[in-house]
């Protein structure tokens, strides 16, 4: 009896570990992940959606661009890459441009509308122009510069650019005693087509391209057009009509006088000007005339 109880317990021993062990089941879960793996497996559309294909992803994406535009935090904070926005009406302006350097002093001859009481013309680094309360920044009116490139299209056809223009094509290499080329009177010669004067007004490049602005200097040579070049930035931009803007070439005599006879602004809001010049090359008189306009960038380009 004795014996049996022995073998009985000893069989009953041997059976347990092998029970459990059938119970359990084998561990064939794939082993975790790293982060590294993990930010590698994401499918492409998400990577699309989160940004991490092409950005670090210690860098916060910005959100839509008028969300920058009504949040000062976003826009100046320089680890957010923001996206160049396109301000609207009702969108408040970031401080920056509302200072001094962006106000648009001559919106007159921009043809925009005269600012309210309270209301100031002011332009962001693309040339978009806007009509912003000054206590707030809040947008009122958008002159975008996409909008006038077309309506200039429309109007003139094309854009002039320095290329264009006769006295570069002819004598960038010559002498430039009055400082054209060099003092940058061509439009968008130094990159800028136009810039800001003491007193704040703009003082636009200008340019004679065509057959127009050959015709207007064929009887100058590389020297005489570099004086009347300087005659021309001034009068253009003084916004005086009927102004004597003389030259001289002390070399040869040749002289020069321009005048613009009257401003206006187009059916498109472009400003321009109808001028009139008169040259003594060689004890002979040329007389010439003929009209300009400021393109979107700001340079005065001879039309016709």
Request: glycine share 8%.
């Amino acid at each position: 009896m004795k014996a049996f109880i022995t073998t009985a317990t000893a069989a009953l021993l041997l059976l347990v570990p092998a029970a459990f062990a059938a119970d359990r089941k084998p561990d064939t879960a794939a082993p975790k992940k790293t982060a590294q793996e993990t930010t590698q497996s994401v499918h492409p559309r998400a990577k699309a959606r989160t940004g991490t294909h092409s950005r670090n992803p210690a860098t916060p994406i910005a959100p839509a661009a008028q969300i920058q535009a009504r949040n000062p935090a976003i826009w100046n904070n320089p680890n957010v890459h923001v996206a160049n926005p396109r301000w609207l009406r009702g969108d408040r302006l970031p401080t920056q441009y509302r200072q001094s350097r962006y106000y648009v002093n001559d919106w007159q001859q921009r043809g925009f509308r005269k600012p309210p009481r309270g209301y100031r013309w002011v332009h962001d680094d693309n040339n978009n122009f806007f009509l912003a309360l000054i206590a707030t920044g809040v947008i009122a009116e958008v002159v975008n510069q996409n909008d006038r490139d077309q309506q200039w299209r429309q109007h003139y056809s094309r854009r002039y650019t320095y290329n264009d223009d006769v006295y570069y094509q002819s004598c960038r290499n010559a002498p430039d005693p009055a400082g054209a080329i060099v003092g940058g009177l061509i439009g968008g010669l130094l990159g800028n087509a136009a810039g800001h004067g003491g007193t704040g007004a703009t003082l636009a490049g200008v340019i004679f391209g065509g057959a127009v602005g050959a015709a207007l200097t064929s009887n100058m040579d590389c020297e005489d057009r570099s004086y009347a070049y300087r005659t021309y930035y001034d009068g253009f931009n003084s916004g005086r009509a009927n102004r004597s803007y003389a030259w001289r070439n002390p070399q040869n005599d040749h002289h020069g006088d321009f005048r613009v006879r009257s401003y206006y602004n187009d059916p498109y809001g472009f400003r321009c000007a109808n001028f009139t010049q008169v040259t003594y090359i060689q004890g002979r008189s040329y007389n010439a005339s003929g009209r300009a306009c400021r393109q979107p960038d700001g340079t005065w380009a001879v039309v016709n």
